[in-house]
């Protein structure tokens, strides 16, 4: 199993060097930087990412849609640093978080930046309380108990999960399991995080509570990319890239992009999003 957790010291003065390279002392508005993205998995006897290009400006808010084997996954991977650090496939092209090239940056730094909620949380959740797992990667950068308790309940209370606090992940549904799962990202306080999926497996409550956390975010300026097959998050989305095949087919402005009906419904993504 991959294991998620990572743990080290905590990168300081993250937020002053945001945007800017201290070394070469040029300003990034970019958060994320993708450019000419190629991926084949060892297993796989195709590209699952081909010729991926495009950016992320700090603050914003990117969907990516695309149907079952599209690729999604696989490109939040590449975003955060799980590829090319825990996938031997065969990578080209660069991502860049902030200025951080992925493939030459250690994967703790990275996480210092983004962090991810992942399509199956139950890779994610591993410690024998929801607490636990709140407080690992809290505790591997050795914060005060204090802070760390009140980081827990700061994001037991935005996920609205307060009353899980001393169950086993392992006994959660498939939803409690992805809001717990969210509230481990947000207590590292990444300034980019990836949603794979996180809206799929839940209900009418625990779609309005994550979808309100992404618009808290948005507010603070927590750069967004929701991986969204149902289309359920788009309220939040800036801007849409549709993936298919490995590719993107389609991006814009989110309203441009919905406004296409037709080329909705001809890549058989407008049922999805209406059912
Ligand atoms: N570990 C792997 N080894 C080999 N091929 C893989 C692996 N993981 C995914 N793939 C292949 O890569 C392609 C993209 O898969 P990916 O999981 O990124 O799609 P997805 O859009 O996230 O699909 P879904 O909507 O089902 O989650 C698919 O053809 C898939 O079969
Ligand atoms: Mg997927």
């Known amino acids: 199993m991959m294991l998620l957790k990572v743990s080290g010291p905590v990168k300081q003065n993250k937020r002053a060097v945001n945007h ?17 993205l190629s991926y084949t998995y060892r297993a796989g006897n195709r590209p699952a990412l081909e010729n991926i290009t495009f950016k992320v400006a700090a603050g ?3 969907g990516v849609v695309g149907l079952n084997g599209s690729g999604k996954t696989t490109l939040s991977y590449c975003l955060c640093g799980i590829i090319p650090h825990y996938f031997y496939g065969t990578m080209t092209g660069t991502v860049t978080v902030k200025d951080m090239d992925t493939r030459k940056t250690p ?21 024998p309380t929801v607490e ?26 935005l996920t609205g999960t307060t009353h ?31 949603f794979d999926e996180s809206l ?30 149902t289309g359920k998050g788009h309220l939040v989305y800036d801007k849409i890239s549709i993936l298919e095949e490995g590719k993107i087919i389609r991006r814009g402005p989110r309203d441009q992009i919905l406004a296409d009906r ?5 890549h058989k993504l407008l049922s999805t999003w209406e059912g």
Do not use: W
């Open 20 to 36: 800017c390279n201290l070394k070469t002392g040029v300003i990034n508005i970019y958060a994320l930087h993708v450019k000419d």
């Open 60 to 62: 914003e808010t990117l």
């Open 107 to 127: 994967l703790l730094q990275l996480t210092d930046e983004v962090g991810i909620v992942l399509q199956d949380p139950n890779v994610q959740l591993l410690m």
């Open 132 to 157: 636990d797992d709140i407080a690992f990667g809290l505790e591997n950068r050795k914060l005060q108990p204090e802070i760390i308790r009140g980081k827990i309940e700061q994001v037991l209370e």
């Open 164 to 194: 899980l606090r001393h169950e086993n992940p392992n006994r959660l549904s498939g939803g409690e399991k992805q809001l717990i799962a969210l509230a481990t990202v947000l207590a590292m306080d990444p300034s980019i995080i990836v």
């Open 200 to 229: 799929s497996m839940l209900d009418q409550a625990g779609t309005e509570k994550i979808i309100r956390v992404m618009q808290l975010l948005k507010k603070r300026g927590t750069t967004m990319v929701l991986i969204d097959h």
């Open 262 to 266: 037709q080329f909705l419904l001809d």
